[in-house]
């Protein structure tokens, strides 16, 4: 497995940018698919953003088309995730997760711990 450590997360004004990192441990991370997942206050954990291994295919929740940007650094062991023109409902615990390239929790056996994200109006 996978392990997994994000960063990034804090307190922005709604309209602004954050990025979040996602520094993963273990030689097999060019080889999966890695994702980010939300749950915000009192909610499911949905699905955000996915990308393939090879970093040329990825797929959004309609939520953050157009707003957030996945992308990964093989040779850095890291999946990174732009966040513009931020929303209050933007604000939850943002996590980062390895295994097949798919949109629902089961297609990942490995989780970071969390960063959160709050947007304030």
């Known amino acids: 497995q996978v392990q997994l450590v994000e960063s990034g997360g804090g307190l922005v004004q709604a309209g602004g940018s954050l990025r979040l990192s996602c520094a993963a441990s273990?030689?097999?991370?060019?080889?999966?698919?890695m994702s980010w997942f939300r749950q915000p206050p009192g909610k499911e954990r949905e699905f955000v953003s996915r990308?393939?291994?090879?970093?040329?295919?990825?797929y959004y929740a309609d939520s953050v088309k157009g707003r957030f940007t996945i992308s990964r650094d093989n040779a850095k062991n890291t999946v990174y995730l732009q966040m513009n023109s931020l929303k209050p409902e933007d604000t939850a615990v943002y996590y980062c997760?390895?295994?097949?390239?798919?949109?629902?929790?089961?297609?990942?056996?490995?989780w970071g711990q969390g960063t959160q994200v709050t947007v304030s109006s």
């Open positions: 273990g030689r097999t991370f060019s080889s999966v698919g």
């Open positions: 990308i393939n291994w090879s970093g040329t295919s990825t």
């Open positions: 997760a390895a295994g097949r390239p798919g949109v629902f929790q089961y297609d990942y056996n490995s």
